[in-house]
């Protein structure tokens, strides 16, 4: 009876120190926010409601729509107030959710956004979006092909933001480089899931003009490219 109890005791322990190591594991591969992290508050009415709405979109409209998860979008957010931007490009609109984070830098900084979305259904859930937040003075959204219509842009980008079609990564850097200013930032979606190109890897990577990190893996990931000045 007593040998009986203490292999049941010994069997639980094993258990349970496998199923300590396996979440330690886990832990390891794929840490998540941290338990210290707080929701954004908001400093005024206006970012109230625009945090409301990407509330709302987070909660009613993510299926189908790609977004970029909560944590990427406070980071785009955080660097357009970083880096003071005036002008960011966003390829890849879908319903306007990291376009919204963007905005909420992008009204602390006196800036615009420019957005491309090739599926009109998607862009006229965007634009809905845009006027529910009331951010949508400082949008344009352009509708097409954003391998063709970024080739009209002229302005200044202080912010670069991909992510739409994936093996076109390398096409909008080469064609929009030229017109990120030095000190400006590239950021790419994806770096990690879906797999990226290799090729916009490599222009990241090698080119002594840029400087790159990889933030956020865990998920996703978001390259982080400084052009240097
Ligand atoms: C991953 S979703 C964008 C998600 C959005 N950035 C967000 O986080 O809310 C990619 C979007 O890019 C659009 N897209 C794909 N190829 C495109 C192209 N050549 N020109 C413009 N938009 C394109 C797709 O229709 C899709 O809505």
């Given at each position: 009876m007593l040998k009986k109890s203490a292999l049941g005791l010994v069997v639980t322990v094993v258990l349970l120190g496998a199923a300590h190591l396996v979440a330690q594991e886990r832990g390891r591969a794929r840490p998540g926010p941290s338990s210290i992290e707080s929701s954004p508050i908001p400093q005024t009415e206006a970012e109230k409601r625009i945090l409301s709405i990407l509330e709302d979109m987070d909660q009613n409209q993510r299926r189908g729509m790609m977004n970029v998860p909560l944590e990427d979008g406070r980071l785009l957010r955080l660097l357009t107030e970083t880096v003071g931007a005036k002008h960011v490009v966003e390829i890849g609109t879908s319903n306007g959710y990291s376009a919204?984070?963007?905005?909420?830098?992008?009204?602390?900084?006196?800036?615009?956004?420019?957005?491309?979305?090739?599926?009109?259904h998607r862009a006229s859930l965007a634009r809905?979006?845009?006027?529910?937040?009331?951010?949508d003075e400082i949008v344009t959204l352009v509708e097409g092909d954003a391998h063709e219509?970024?080739?009209?842009?002229?302005?200044?980008?202080?912010?670069?933001?991909?992510?739409?079609d994936k093996?076109?990564?390398?096409?909008?850097?080469?064609?929009?480089?030229?017109?990120?200013?030095?000190?400006?930032?590239?950021?790419?979606?994806?770096?990690?899931?879906?797999a990226p190109d290799p090729r916009y890897i490599k222009a990241i990577t090698t080119n002594p003009d840029l400087e790159t990190i990889f933030l956020n893996m865990h998920a996703a990931g978001v390259g982080v490219t400084l052009k240097k000045r």
């Open positions: 919204i984070w963007f905005c909420l830098g992008l009204r602390a900084t006196g800036g615009k956004l420019t957005t491309h979305e090739i599926d009109p809905e979006n845009f006027k529910r937040a009331g951010v219509e970024v080739m009209k842009l002229n302005d200044s980008i202080d912010i670069l933001f991909l992510d739409a093996p076109g990564y390398l096409d909008y850097l080469n064609k929009l480089l030229p017109l990120v200013r030095p000190g400006g930032l590239i950021l790419a979606h994806n770096m990690n899931r879906p």
